[in-house]
């Protein structure tokens, strides 16, 4: 069994400074390693209390450089508010400086806060992540992004550094709904599942997708 820590940055009615929460988290997320778990993970979240790390790339880089052989992981990095391209830059970056220890975890995102906060309308985001997701995803194996969809239009260019590793096998998305747990199956991602509800009616969401695996989720037109 891999167990792993996860470093939240949550400051509730604000009884302390945000500041002081980053002192006592990244603490906590200093003893990770020395207590043996086997990976520490960041959230992305913006504008609110309830998250307060806007960059879980950002993190995990600075927690790279202080732990030696615990494995790093995004749970998750928000695709539709990122340009894949410059996502798959900061991953190759971020693998090759930890030495292959991080575990790509992507989502579409829920908040419509944060949707309005960055001018994306929330009814685009699942096409937005299904083309994001496949432009990253491609672009990380085989070392260049290219995609022409409906909002992603993305020129060849080349990923620098190069990755350095497969990305297989240590890629996840986070997923709620059926809906959402076809799109990763059919992605050829693992599955984060998020408890936000009773585990008998995930039990039974996930009962459902071998039968919606086969329907083809929609899908942009590559080069």
Not at 50 to 65: N, R
Not at 153 to 167: A, G, H, T
Request: glycine content about 8%.
């Amino acid at each position: 069994m891999h167990v792993g820590a996860a470093t939240i940055f949550q400051n509730p009615a604000r009884f302390t400074s945000d500041y002081q929460v980053y002192r006592e988290e990244l603490r906590l997320a200093d003893l990770a390693e020395p207590l043996g778990f086997q990976s520490i993970w960041g959230v992305e979240h913006h504008f609110t209390d309830y998250t307060m790390c806007p960059d879980v790339l950002q993190f995990l880089t600075y927690m790279a450089g202080r732990t030696t052989d615990m494995k790093l992981g995004s749970m998750v990095c928000v695709l539709p508010w990122h340009d894949p391209m410059r996502v798959a830059e900061q991953v190759s970056m971020l693998d090759n400086l930890s030495d292959g220890r991080f575990i790509l975890g992507v989502g579409r995102g829920l908040a419509k806060v944060e949707y309005d906060g960055f001018r994306v309308d929330m009814n685009e985001s699942r096409t937005r992540f299904i083309e994001s997701a496949e432009c990253l995803l491609a672009g990380l194996e085989s070392g260049f992004c290219e995609f022409d969809g409906e909002y992603i239009k993305q020129p060849r260019r080349e990923i620098r550094p190069n990755p350095s590793r497969s990305f297989k096998d240590r890629t996840y998305a986070a997923a709620i709904s059926p809906e959402s747990s076809r799109i990763m199956a059919q992605l050829g991602v693992g599955m984060l599942v998020i408890p936000q509800k009773p585990w008998d009616e995930v039990e039974r969401d996930l009962s459902k997708l071998p039968q919606l695996v086969g329907r083809e989720p929609q899908r942009a037109r590559r080069r």
